[in-house]
């Protein structure tokens, strides 16, 4: 009890007082730091939640089946496994920190569904699964940006040898020598043969596609095995085309005005393209694990690519700023519909990605043909877009 009054006194006294304020105001600043790194979670849900905590596997996210694709993008500080200078594969045009790009906080966000945890990258793990086999990605540049992410995140494992590249650099092959694992992008506009219709003798940027067969480019590869087949397409349907059929009757177009025509939309196009090469593939079941990445959406505001479009938010945007009745999720129905016919596995990315308007290279890519326009359709490296190449890991382990 003598203790406890001379604590008392001494409290009571003016240098006591001024400790006890000093305590005071080093509890209140500890407290606005903790809310401001961990704020209260909103009573509402949304596509964005602050979380810094790695998240891990379970064994009852291994025992059920989990809808990796329905979730949102949460805060992570970790950040990738590879930066623009670590990952010695990196495209120029997709290195934005080279370009001048000097936010971060587009890099501070990771892919969280909402019934189970996606467990993150690791390479050792993909490489391990793909030891002695050979993997395409086949589609638009898309795909390849999506193949440029898995790239930089295997390197940091073991770097690939550049072992193939075409003459106009649209079809490249590397190889891993330690795992004897083949990684491959073939470029195909459309999935279909394809015909660029001229005007005058110049390209006119209209198409006439055969839609019953696959294209030469990349169907002509399969009587040698591919294991994984990684299968995308879109971007370049947005545009006037003509379908015809194996008569060479034209049974539909897409942006056109010519009457007595049927006219599809740009959804229903590639629906029927994507129809006509998993047709093709199921030949290859035995020994072809086929995958459909869905539809990449872009993010141009106030134009788009070639008036004046730009892309320079530098966070997520919010749910209710999302249009979720255009075009992207439209493409993206066809494409489902089309996988769930065959039965085929699919990375389902385009919902996910839509509030991701800030992990684009935007003026930051350095294009030398293309000075002053914004790239809003491709993604920074590294970026969002290597989110796709976990869930991808996880479908080809099965977890989905």
């Known amino acids: 009890m003598k203790n406890m009054k001379n604590l008392i006194d001494r409290q009571n006294t003016p240098l006591g007082r001024i400790y006890l304020f000093s305590l005071a105001c080093i509890v209140f600043v500890y407290l606005i730091i903790f809310f401001f790194i961990y704020p ?20 009852h996210d291994k025992d059920r089946r989990c809808d990796l694709f329905r979730g949102r993008w949460i805060k992570d500080l970790n950040r ?4 623009n200078e670590s990952c010695p594969t990196i495209p120029v045009s997709k290195n934005c920190g080279r370009h001048g790009r000097s936010d971060t906080e587009y890099l501070q966000w990771r892919w969280k569904p909402d019934e189970c945890e996606l467990p993150r990258f690791q390479p050792e793990n993909f ?11 086949i589609g638009d540049s898309v795909a390849r940006n999506q193949m440029e992410s898995l790239l930089c995140l295997l390197s940091q494992a073991e770097i690939p040898i550049d072992t193939y590249k075409d003459s106009e650099d649209r079809d490249r092959t590397w190889h891993f020598p330690t795992h004897n694992f083949t990684l491959m992008v073939i470029f195909t506009k459309f999935l279909v043969p394809a015909t660029e219709r001229l005007t005058n003798g110049t390209s006119s940027g209209d198409y006439d596609l055969q839609i019953d067969r696959p294209d030469p480019a990349w169907a002509s590869k399969l009587p040698s095995p591919i294991d994984y087949i ?9 545009r006037k085309l003509y379908l015809h059929n194996n008569n060479n009757t034209i049974i539909g177009c897409v942006f ?30 035995e020994h072809t694990t086929t995958i459909v990445r869905t539809f990449s959406p872009s993010h141009f505001e106030n134009g788009v690519w070639n008036t004046g479009g730009t892309c320079n938010r530098t966070w997520p945007l919010r749910e209710e700023d999302v249009d979720l009745k255009g075009y992207d999720l439209e493409v993206r129905g066809a494409q489902v519909e089309e996988v769930e016919r065959v039965k085929v596995g699919v990375v389902d990315v385009t919902e996910m990605m839509l509030v991701r308007a800030d992990g684009h290279p935007g003026v930051h890519w350095d294009n030398q043909y293309m000075k002053g326009y914004s790239d809003c359709l ?12 976990e869930l991808l890991l996880a479908v080809m382990g099965g977890l989905s």
């Open 378 to 389: 491709h993604w920074c490296l590294p970026g969002p877009i290597d989110a796709w190449n």
């Open 127 to 137: 490489l391990r699964l793909v030891r002695g086999k050979k993997m395409a990605f």
């Open 80 to 83: 990738s496994i590879y930066t």
């Open 230 to 238: 990684v299968l995308s397409d879109g971007h370049w349907f947005f």
């Open 256 to 285: 056109c005005s010519e009457p007595d025509t049927n006219h599809l939309g740009p959804a229903h196009a590639i629906g029927l393209t994507l129809r006509t090469a998993l047709h093709f593939l199921k030949k290859y079941d």
């Open 40 to 59: 209260p979670r909103p009573s509402h849900t949304t596509l964005t939640e602050d979380i810094t905590q790695e998240a891990l596997p379970t064994k």
